[in-house]
């Protein structure tokens, strides 16, 4: 028996106490609401089966997000996307707000290319700060290396120069935006592009926001799977 196969897409946004969710814990949210909205969400097959969902760009612990992105494998027959949405949405706490959701026909992996972020100070910068933030942009301007200590999981710090992943930077009154490069080999953490602008949490008028995010979509064209009846 062959299941025909979509990938259902829903896009929302993450705010207030709901963005200190982790990366498992907002997967296991989803796949709670996805389950109580009825979406019919598809399992991996062998001794563990697991529902068949990803986040493709993972969230930093506090990091709000205008553009956090959910997959999930599903079966195609009388599935409607506009009408899992309105299930979805009705089911979503405080924090977390639904934005849009699509389906594409077969399986659909979505690959994050870049990531902008947004720090929103709490107050005008001074003089000393404007004079750093300008530093920052002649890095950018001159491609001149932007080392930084990455604490590793042993505990260890190691030298990482970021500016390969630095791919833009912007900044009007108290509003600073960085756009980062995101490859298979990694991107530059939120700590890093902090300390790089020279930024501490009590200086941000509220938590860093991921402002948009810009996605490569390889899609597979055959749209069914075998199943055991």
Same mark, same amino acid.
């Given at each position: 028996?062959?299941?025909?196969? #979509?990938?259902?897409?829903?896009?929302?946004?993450?705010?207030?106490?709901?963005?200190?969710?982790?990366?498992?814990?907002?997967?296991?949210?989803?796949?709670?609401?996805?389950?109580?909205?009825? !979406? *019919?969400? #598809?399992?991996?097959?062998?001794?563990? *089966?697991?529902?068949?969902?990803?986040?493709? #760009?993972?969230?930093?612990?506090?990091?709000?997000?205008?553009?956090?992105?959910?997959?999930?494998? !599903?079966?195609?027959? $009388?599935?409607?996307? +506009?009408? &899992?949405?309105?299930?979805?949405?009705?089911?979503?706490? +405080?924090?977390?707000?639904?934005?849009?959701?699509?389906?594409?026909?077969?399986?659909? &992996?979505?690959?994050?290319?870049?990531? %902008?972020?947004?720090?929103?100070?709490?107050? &005008?910068?001074?003089?000393?700060?404007?004079?750093?933030? +300008?530093?920052?942009?002649?890095?950018?301007?001159?491609?001149?290396?932007?080392?930084?200590?990455?604490?590793?999981?042993?505990?260890?710090?190691? @030298?990482?120069?970021?500016? @390969?992943?630095?791919?833009?930077?912007?900044?009007?009154? %108290?509003?600073?935006?960085?756009? =980062?490069?995101?490859?298979?080999?990694?991107?530059?953490?939120? $700590?890093?592009?902090?300390?790089?602008?020279?930024?501490?949490? =009590? $200086?941000?008028?509220? *938590?860093?926001?991921?402002?948009?995010?810009?996605?490569?979509?390889? %899609?597979?064209?055959?749209?069914?799977?075998?199943?055991?009846?």
């Amino acid at each position: 028996m062959q299941t025909e196969v #979509l990938t259902f897409i829903a896009d929302f946004k993450v705010h207030g106490r709901f963005a200190c969710l982790s990366h498992q814990e907002t997967l296991s949210f989803w796949q709670r609401v996805l389950t109580c909205a009825k !979406v *019919p969400v #598809l399992y991996s097959k062998g001794f563990n *089966p697991r529902p068949r969902l990803s986040l493709p #760009l993972p969230r930093s612990v506090g990091v709000q997000s205008d553009c956090e992105r959910l997959c999930a494998a !599903v079966a195609a027959e $009388d599935f409607c996307p +506009e009408a &899992a949405g309105r299930a979805v949405a009705a089911l979503l706490p +405080e924090g977390c707000t639904l934005t849009g959701t699509n389906a594409i026909p077969g399986k659909a &992996a979505f690959y994050p290319v870049s990531a %902008t972020y947004q720090f929103t100070l709490s107050a &005008a910068p001074d003089a000393a700060r404007r004079d750093h933030l +300008e530093h920052c942009i002649k890095q950018l301007t001159t491609n001149e290396p932007v080392v930084q200590l990455r604490r590793m999981e042993n505990n260890r710090q190691r @030298p990482v120069d970021i500016r @390969p992943f630095l791919e833009g930077f912007s900044r009007d009154k %108290t509003l600073i935006q960085t756009v =980062c490069a995101i490859r298979p080999t990694g991107t530059v953490r939120i $700590d890093e592009l902090m300390h790089w602008l020279g930024l501490e949490p =009590c $200086d941000l008028a509220e *938590p860093v926001r991921r402002i948009a995010v810009q996605w490569d979509c390889h %899609t597979n064209q055959f749209q069914g799977e075998n199943q055991l009846s």
